[in-house]
């Protein structure tokens, strides 16, 4: 009996969130018309129906002179007055129902106007309630921090770093994560971010995002805080990618970093930079673990073991540098995106130097002059070479990884990202792709990462994982094969040089011994989050209103994007992503649940009083109109003005359902 009463418990706890995310979207519904309905019923108007929902009526129950109703598409509902009818728009230019001193269309310009703006002004109300007891409550956030930056893109080119905290963008202020998000995608032209470094150094830098996707984007990710993945099922989603260091090495699920061989930690820059120095030798993690039931919390000591990179013994061609760091030593010395570095220090690159680990030979000679060969093409002549002398500054090599898809390789001690030609300029004696026959010239078309063992967990699903190498997509899947795919096998697909005839390879890629990697080693580390809250009831208003100026003035920035062309209409949410966010963030708790019902309120209040016909804005336009002029407007303008606020209205709704159930977002 005890094991089929703890098997229904998550099935309770999901009724339960779908109770909570009903009724809650029931009630931003039900304030919005329950303003329209007490002023209608304080200016003496006869209210014929009060409905949540559209459609056919299902439950309806009659007090007074009022029918209550629950019609059958919960996507909103309305209040049926007399001689306001959007179904029979020409009941608000009929002389005979005006006649009646209880309709709509008897009262004078400025109670209508009460009673049409009522709706919105309960939203705006109901939603700063929402706001200020969910920030009185205490609200979880994702900290305004920076995590991985991502190589060549905006910020990455701006000089933004991991640990940098923003606290500002083109003059508004920055709370939390979601903040840098929304100050992104809602921005036109260029965007001014202010900062604090992790030594405390304040910046301002000026940002062109990239617009390629379907919203504008800067290249950032939230920072990761020093605590180890709290899942619920090491099994199902381990804390360490396997394969790793990290997880032979006995962390837990929550576990807090607090020292490194004694040393206290205080970020997860300062541990990245620890890695770094110490990339060759095992430390000595000392971290804080929950402790059981009724003990107390306990401090434990893993044993991390250095990570050595995992390669085929392919040594890949060197492209163009597509990147480079403003303020930073290559910038300084006048490398230009384009240029192609040949040799360092006389070193040539490809055959006296791999290219890969041109990261690590500059970040060990921080300080010391080096010397550079670039190739530059110039327009209408041959190629020059291009020398220059740099020093490069005390920045720990790859610890800004290619992350992404298509990501170049970064050198963060000079300020340079570079991609790899998927040519081989030459094979390793020895190597796995030595043994398999892979030869000079031939030219890399994609990697499959096969899963091993059947048992094994990974940050993949598939038992194949296919990476796609094409132009630039190298570097992505050489990080990939130290951490998320470091416990697979690699199947190549290649080109010969000889016969250009293609055929596949299996390698199981082998770890170098004299060539460390120096990030997380491994050890999958949670998001950074902050709790924003008001210390006293007055704090909280505060918050919750700025919170409701800021939502409101988001609103108006996404329409103005939208129709402006800089965010993708795939960037809308229907009812059914609506009723899915809110039912995922009423299994987060109270708090976040009161953030989004106050969001959406505001929202419902924007939307409702934009100038379209059927929609409260639109009332108001023809009320505007009819207390300038001092006449309705026509029986034929209202006709034709309703069906066509009917048809955009009826062909958004059918857009953003098509989105919500066939589109996946950018």
Known sequence: ???????????????????????????????????????????????????????????????????????????????????????????????????????????????????????????????????????????????????????GMPAWQAGIETGDRITGMNGRRVDDFNDILRGTALSQGSISIEGIRPDGETFEVVVQPDTSGTRRRIGISPGLSLEVLPTPDPKAFPVAYPGTPAAAAGFEPGDVITHVDDAPVESYAELVDILWEHRDEALDVQVKRAPEEGDSPVTATVELAPAHFRTLGLRMDIGKIQAVRRGSPADDAGIEPGDRIAAVDELRVGQDLDPMKLPDYFGERAGEPVNLTLIREVEGSAPQDVEVTLEPRDRGSWTEPPLFPESPISIPSIGVAYHMIPTVFSVDEGSPAAEAGIRARDTIESLDFVRTDPAMVDAFQDDVFTIEIGENNWAYAFWLMQNKAASRTVRVHLKSADNEESRTVELTPQETEDWNLPTSRGLRLFTEGERRQADNLASAVTMGWNHAVNSMVDIYLTLRNLFGGQLSVKELHGPIRIATVAYEVAKSGLSQFLLFLGFLSINLAVLNFLPIPVLDGGHMVFLIWEGISRRKPSEKVLIAATYAGMAFVLGLMILVIWLDLFVSRG
Not at 7 to 24: D, F, V
Not at 66 to 72: F, G, K, Q
Not at 97 to 106: G, I, L, Q, W
Request: aromatic share 10%.
């Open 1 to 151: 009996m005890e094991i089929q009463l703890l098997s229904l418990i998550p099935e309770i706890g999901n009724i339960l969130s779908i109770a909570t995310a009903a009724i809650g979207l029931g009630l931003v519904i039900f304030f919005h018309e329950l303003g329209h309905f007490a002023v209608a019923k304080w200016c003496d108007v006869n209210v014929e129906r009060f409905s949540i929902g559209f459609g056919p009526v299902i439950w309806s129950r009659k007090w007074g002179e009022t029918e209550y109703a629950l019609s059958l598409i919960p996507f909103g509902g309305y209040v049926k007055m007399l001689g306001q009818d959007d179904v029979d728009p020409g009941q608000m230019s009929s002389e005979e129902v005006a006649e009646d001193p209880r309709s709509y269309t008897a009262k004078s310009v400025p109670q209508r106007m009460a009673i049409i703006s009522a709706g919105v002004i309960m939203n705006v109300i109901t939603g700063t309630i929402f706001f200020v007891l969910a920030f009185r409550s205490g609200v979880d956030t994702i900290a305004a921090v920076v995590g991985d930056v991502q190589v």
